[in-house]
């Protein structure tokens, strides 16, 4: 899967996705931006870097249901992620869910 193909994916799931920051006065999107690569070596060299993924959720109410939209997407998408960080981040006055992968 290519990065676009991942960013088209979850804009399907979550019209409000930007890769790396939002608008400015947004306040429900998903942020993404890639930060390193897993790679698979073999016969002496890299045979495959796949990009590392952060993704930043940011809504308000413990009611909304972007962050259970984006992984419904990652879970179609056959993408395993982990969950970083999951809670209420006064930085962004808002909740806040952190999710990495690897986008392969």
């Known amino acids: 899967m290519t ?5 088209d994916s979850l804009k399907t799931a979550v019209p409000e996705t930007y890769p790396l920051q ?3 006065g ?3 999107y998903v942020a993404w931006h890639t930060y ?3 790679s698979v070596r073999g016969d002496d060299r890299n045979q495959l870097d796949a990009p590392k993924v952060q993704l930043d959720i940011i809504y308000q109410s413990d009611q909304d249901t972007i962050a259970d939209d984006v992984l419904a997407a ?3 998408m056959d993408l395993p992620y982990e969950i970083i960080s999951e809670g209420y981040d006064p930085d962004y006055a ?3 869910v952190i999710l990495q992968l ?3």
């Open 3 to 7: 990065l676009q193909e991942f960013e």
């Open 22 to 24: 939002a608008p400015s």
């Open 26 to 28: 947004k306040i429900r």
């Open 36 to 38: 390193s690569a897993s």
């Open 74 to 76: 990652l879970w179609l």
């Open 94 to 96: 808002a909740m806040r």
């Open 102 to 104: 690897v986008v392969i």
